[in-house]
């Protein structure tokens, strides 16, 4: 059973920075994608951003030139690095790792963004 643990959450300013975590139980390459969703209270989660196994990544609209996602197969890591980061990104962001039709999510990680 794959398992995603998700750290570096919490509470910042608007214009602050946070770089997410999510640490996987296996080698990240075996997956065809990662990629990290947000939920924020009452909304449907949505899609963040995403890299493959080859290393391209895509971003929503919403995060695009402020949100970068990368990856270290040695820590077994995904980063999403936040920066001038809005009222509007505070959500509680999910990781997401997938091969063909299975994916497995991680618990969670809460960012707080205050005006």
């Known amino acids: 059973q794959v398992q995603l643990v998700e750290t570096g959450g919490g509470l910042v300013q608007a214009g602050g920075s946070l770089r997410l975590s999510c640490v996987a139980s296996?080698?990240?390459?075996?997956?065809?994608?990662m990629r990290w969703y947000r939920q924020a209270p009452g909304e449907q989660r949505e899609f963040v951003a995403d890299i493959n196994v080859g290393g391209k990544a895509n971003y929503a609209e919403s995060v695009k030139d402020r949100f970068t996602i990368s990856r270290d197969g040695a820590k077994k890591t995904v980063y999403l690095q936040m920066n001038s980061l809005k009222p509007e990104d505070t959500a509680v962001y999910y990781c997401?790792?997938?091969?063909?039709?299975?994916?497995?999510w991680g618990q969670g990680t809460q960012v707080t963004v205050t005006s």
């Open positions: 997401n790792a997938a091969i063909l039709r299975q994916n497995w």
């Open positions: 296996e080698n990240i390459f075996n997956f065809n994608v």
